[in-house]
Nanobody, 125 residues
Framework: QVQLVESGGGLVQAGGSLRLSCAAS????????MGWFRQAPGKEREFVAA????????YYADSVKGRFTVSGDNAKNTVYLQMSSLKPEDTAVYFC??????????????????WGQGTQVTVSS
């Protein structure tokens, strides 16, 4: 099992920045990649960004490309989501997820096996 704990959420004004962290524990050596998803009230959970440990490759949703940056620190078993130029439409609960199965599609929630509890991000206009 892999346990995930997100932190770093909060209230920020539009145009501001936040950095989310996702600390993994347990069988972290089995993790192939990490993902960030978000869910706004009344909406479905949507993909935000993904990170592959092996190649340090990154993937982003079009809505956050150029504003968000995902990165990972192997030594700390932690993945980060640096969010800049935040917009009110970025308001959501942000979830970190870990993937232990190989998948050619890593932008869907079904590709991920373990989830954190989520952290609230609120962007005021």
């Amino acid at each position: 099992q892999v346990q995930l704990v997100e932190s770093g959420g909060g209230l920020v004004q539009a145009g501001g920045s936040l950095r989310l962290s996702c600390a993994a524990s347990g069988r972290t050596s089995s993790t192939l990649g990490m993902g960030w998803f978000r869910q706004a009230p009344g909406k479905e959970r949507e993909f935000v960004a993904a990170f592959r440990w092996s190649a340090k490759s990154t993937y982003y949703a079009d809505s956050v490309k150029g504003r968000f940056t995902v990165s990972g620190d192997n030594a700390k078993n932690t993945v980060y989501l640096q969010m800049s130029s935040l917009k009110p439409e970025d308001t959501a609960v942000y979830f970190c997820a870990a993937r232990i199965r190989f998948s050619t599609v890593i932008t869907t929630s079904s590709a991920y096996d373990h989830w954190g509890q989520g952290t609230q991000v609120t962007v005021s206009s």
